[in-house]
């Protein structure tokens, strides 16, 4: 009796390994198709916004900044 | 003989006046590389208050965007100091405006962080702007 274990993982029978096969490349070709594709985003390449800015200071700040652009036109 | 030298001095006061006047307008209008940038969409205004290549851009492109954000960095930092702000408080106010500013077919980035280009009907903008 051979007490050693072949080194082959699939049976010895071919049609078995035939089946075992077939049914190993099926079950791969259903978790590959399950993949998301990832398409790159259209966003700017940074957002710099705080959230900590409150609305009441926009308003204080609002007429320097329109004063702001009327002196520097030619970078705004 | 002192009419004469009054009057002569009121000239050149006028005259270095008018120097100065026409000077400070020379400072108030865009370099024509930037205008026509701006024009075409390969540039636009985000929200932060800060000029930004849309798209893939040039090298050309991207050194005329990040000067003029320097320069407008330098002035948010002493307009935010004089008005007691933190510089990013007063550029995005600044980007509030800018964006209200902006031409039809301009580009802007809206608050969903996606680039807009405008049209006559307001520029979709944060719920804290003016």
């Known amino acids: 009796m051979n007490l050693m274990h072949s080194n082959r993982d699939f049976p010895a029978n071919p049609l078995i390994g035939k089946a075992w096969f077939t049914t190993c490349a099926m079950a791969s070709a259903a978790l590959l198709s399950g993949c998301v594709t990832v398409n790159a985003p259209s966003k700017p390449i940074v957002i710099q916004l705080d959230i900590n800015i409150t609305q009441q200071v926009v308003y204080r700040l609002s007429a320097d900044a329109g004063k702001t652009i009327d002196t520097n036109k030619d970078i705004f | ?130």
Not at chain 2, 8 to 32: C, E, K, N, W, Y
Not at chain 2, 48 to 57: F, K, P, W
């Open chain 2, 1 to 130: 003989m002192a009419i004469r030298s009054s009057i002569v001095a009121g000239i050149v006061v006028f005259g270095a006046m008018s120097g100065l006047v026409a000077a400070s307008a020379v400072a108030q209008t865009r370099d024509p590389a930037y205008a026509q940038a701006r024009a075409a969409g390969k540039v636009g205004e985000e929200m932060s208050g800060y000029l930004a290549v849309v798209g893939t851009g040039t090298p050309a492109l991207e050194k005329m965007v990040e000067d003029i954000n320097i320069r407008r960095k330098a002035v948010y930092a002493e307009r935010a100091q004089a008005q007691h702000a933190t510089v990013e408080e007063y550029a995005f106010t600044m980007g509030c405006h800018l964006i209200a500013n902006t031409a039809p077919g301009e580009k802007y980035q809206g608050p969903d962080g996606d680039w807009h280009t405008r049209d006559s009907s307001p520029p979709l903008r944060d719920s804290r702007c003016p």
